[in-house]
């Protein structure tokens, strides 16, 4: 074992238990190793810095299920893969929505009486009319990518709740589709 594992290990008990400087001096000790890691993977610098001030946030906010099974190094880099992975699934999402958008921008120069047109609206319609809460859900989990527990986590409600609300509203939004087709096709 190096010193840095010998110290980091030492380290775990204290942070277990909340001690703010201890998680001070990790923080310290690993960032610039974490940020090169986020950087190496990723290569934009700001979105490197916040992955890595994000994967010191969980250690501090999840720090009562860290184990002793675990080097706390080990611990804090499966921690950086996971924010890793969400982060390059949203990148994902946002780019097939921004390819989606700018099709559906494309369409705007068309007729109105496009149908594809007609149900990007009833889509867009479907979400506004959502109660708030479920509405909320439903762009955290459509639009940016979160997994239904971030999207608990972040409101503070359980994973049942979040997924009770994606249920039902895209059983509205598939109601609302249905509806508009069934109109498009009496036009025809």
């Not at 090169?36 to 906010?61: G, N, S, V, Y």
């Amino acid at each position: 074992m190096d010193d840095l594992s010998i110290s980091l290990s030492a380290k775990l008990t204290a942070i277990k238990e909340g001690d703010h400087e201890t998680f001070i001096e990790v923080y310290h000790l690993l960032h610039a190793k974490l940020f090169r890691f986020f950087l190496k993977k990723i290569f934009i610098h700001d979105t490197a810095k916040e992955l890595t001030q994000q994967c010191f946030i969980r250690l501090w906010q999840y720090r009562h299920t860290l184990s002793y099974d675990h080097p706390l190094e080990k611990q804090i880099f499966i921690i950086a893969r996971g924010l890793l992975i969400n982060h390059i699934k949203k990148e994902a999402t946002q780019k097939k929505l921004k390819a989606a958008h700018g099709k559906g921008l494309d369409m705007e120069v068309v007729p109105a009486g496009d149908a594809h047109f007609e149900r990007v609206d009833a889509v867009n319609a479907a979400i506004e009319t959502l109660p708030p809460m479920r509405k909320r859900v439903i762009i955290l989990k459509a639009f940016h990518g979160f997994s239904n527990k971030e999207i608990a986590q972040q409101m503070e409600i359980s994973v049942k709740t979040v997924e009770d609300h994606v249920t039902k509203a895209f059983r509205h939004i598939r109601q609302i589709i249905a509806l508009v087709i069934v109109l498009l096709a009496s036009r025809f």
